[in-house]
């Protein structure tokens, strides 16, 4: 059964555009990202590869957190 966000995600790529809406993208991509690492913590064996792939995932998310930070502080505290 797919969650909210999963069906929000899938519904919304094609509106959500980097030229349509540049602060919905970059929001798709942080949940997109969060879903692949929700998806990673909910493994219950994991291998090295597993591991590997959600520190990698993890270490994207906390990219995309402060991208979307800085693009929310640049265009709502400074317009």
Known sequence: M???NQIVMFTSHHILTKDNSSDGFVLLKLLRSYLELDMYTSLTIHTESTLAAG???L???ENLLKVRKSFLYS???FN
């Open 2 to 4: 797919k969650t909210d």
């Open 55 to 57: 520190e990698a995932e």
């Open 59 to 61: 270490r994207n998310f």
């Open 75 to 77: 265009r709502y505290l």
